[in-house]
Nanobody
Framework: QVQLVESGGGLVQTGDSLRLSCVASGRARTAYAMGWFRQAPGKEREFVGAISWSGIDTDYADSVKGRFRISRENARDNAKSTMYLQMNNLKPADTAVYSC???????????????WGPGTQVTVSS
C-alpha cells in the first residue's frame, strides 16, 4: 500500500517561491501518475497539476501555467517516488492546503485519484 506525505508548505510573501514535496512510499502493483490539488477556505478542492509515472508528461491548471512546475523522481526499485511542485511568483490567490494524490493515469478530477496525502498549508501574504 502506497502512503503519501507532503512537506514544504509555509508562509511567504507575494512574488516569492516555494517548493513542495510529496513522498509516495511503498511499492505499488502498477505504475501510477501523481497529481497536486489545492483547497482554499470555503472553496472546493481544485486541480493544480499532474505528472505521469515516467515524469515525461505533465499538465497544469490554467491558473498556474508558467508559474508552477511539477517534477518527479522514482527510486530504482519503485518502492518510493518523490514529486515536487516548484511554485514561483506566488500570489495571495494561491493560498490553500496543497495535497498530493496518485491515480492510474493523469487526470483532472479528484474522483480519478485513489490515495491522498494529508496536505500542507501554503499561505501567501500580500
Amino acid at each position: 500500500q502506497v502512503q503519501l506525505v507532503e512537506s514544504g508548505g509555509g508562509l511567504v510573501q507575494t512574488g516569492d517561491s516555494l517548493r513542495l514535496s510529496c513522498v509516495a512510499s511503498g511499492r505499488a502493483r502498477t505504475a501510477y501518475a501523481m497529481g497536486w490539488f489545492r483547497q482554499a477556505p470555503g472553496k472546493e478542492r481544485e486541480f493544480v497539476g499532474a505528472i505521469s509515472w515516467s515524469g515525461i508528461d505533465t499538465d497544469y491548471a490554467d491558473s498556474v501555467k508558467g508559474r508552477f512546475r511539477i517534477s518527479r523522481e522514482n527510486a530504482r526499485d519503485n518502492a518510493k517516488s518523490t514529486m515536487y511542485l516548484q511554485m514561483n511568483n506566488l500570489k495571495p490567490a494561491d493560498t490553500a492546503v496543497y495535497s498530493c494524490a496518485v491515480a492510474p493515469g493523469m487526470g483532472y478530477s479528484i474522483h480519478e485519484y485513489t490515495l491522498w496525502g494529508p496536505g500542507t498549508q501554503v499561505t501567501v501574504s500580500s
